[in-house]
């Protein structure tokens, strides 16, 4: 098969999947965004991608998202940086990307919040929380978010509009199940707290391996990689 002809298949396998754990969980398919993590391939396939009609395209690298936010400036798209935040990448960052899912302290949302109002910007924000505790995940920990919504009003140039996670260990489809209904209990408790301005709608949880299990637990954006190229990515290395 063709490089196109399998993209067009992965991403059609990819929608009907969201669709049917969304059908599962007796939620309908519109509440739930596909992000596209676009990482692992070059920006050609990612127009291919454009071109099948994904609009939602995501990056984990702050670089990466400005080139290819560049290269792509004539296409209908919105980008998500999902990945780590440096703060000295801040002002480079907030022109191309509409969507930050990795929020992880104070210094940096202060610092998004007042570049974001020097450049006219009201980015969407998500607030990530290491729900699972993993030393090698990235994000507040759970018990700080009370704290941390309580101040959000302070932040006036920015939409925070949920939280997002990862699950703690890959492969472990319980654990991501946990994580993934923890994250979403905590929402549920924090939404009270925040000002009225701020509505923690969004969930940004699940990736490849375990986005029907992040829809089956509430999930409202899943970043998807490697199941959109599978057979792509072999093809070429
Ligand atoms: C790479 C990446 C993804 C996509 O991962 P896949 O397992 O390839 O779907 C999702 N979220 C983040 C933060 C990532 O870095």
């Not at 939620?27 to 291919?48: C, F, G, W």
């Not at 454009?50 to 004539?74: F, K, N, T």
């Not at 699950?167 to 489809?173: M, P």
């Not at 709608?201 to 637990?217: H, P, T």
Request: hydrophobic share 40%; glycine share 6%.
């Amino acid at each position: 098969m063709d490089t196109a002809s399998l993209l067009r298949k992965n991403l059609e396998s990819v929608q009907e999947k969201i669709r049917t754990a969304a059908e599962r969980a007796g939620r309908s398919p519109d509440e739930i965004r596909l992000i596209a993590v676009t990482k692992y391939v070059d920006v050609p396939l990612v127009r291919q991608l454009v071109e099948l009609g994904q609009r939602s395209l995501g990056e984990s690298r702050p670089q990466q998202l400005w080139q290819r936010h560049a290269l792509l400036a004539d296409l209908p798209v919105q980008w998500h940086l999902v990945g780590p935040l440096q703060r000295n990448k801040v002002r480079k960052t907030l022109p191309c990307a509409e969507w930050i899912h990795s929020v992880d302290s104070l210094p940096l949302l202060a610092d998004i919040n007042r570049i974001a109002g020097e450049l006219g910007l009201r980015p969407k924000l998500l607030l990530e929380v290491n729900i699972s505790r993993h030393p090698s995940k990235h994000g507040f920990p759970p018990e700080m978010m009370e704290e941390v919504v309580s101040q959000l009003e302070n932040f006036p140039n920015v939409a925070i509009c949920g939280l997002m996670a990862m699950a703690g260990v890959e492969g472990d489809l319980e654990g991501a199940r946990r994580d993934f209904r923890a994250l979403r209990q905590l929402r549920d408790e924090l939404a009270p707290l925040a000002p009225p301005q701020v509505s923690l709608r969004e969930l940004s949880m699940g990736m490849s391996g375990d986005f029907e299990i992040a829809i089956e637990e509430g999930a409202t954006m899943v970043r998807i990689g490697s199941a959109l190229f599978q057979g792509i990515l072999e093809e070429e290395s």
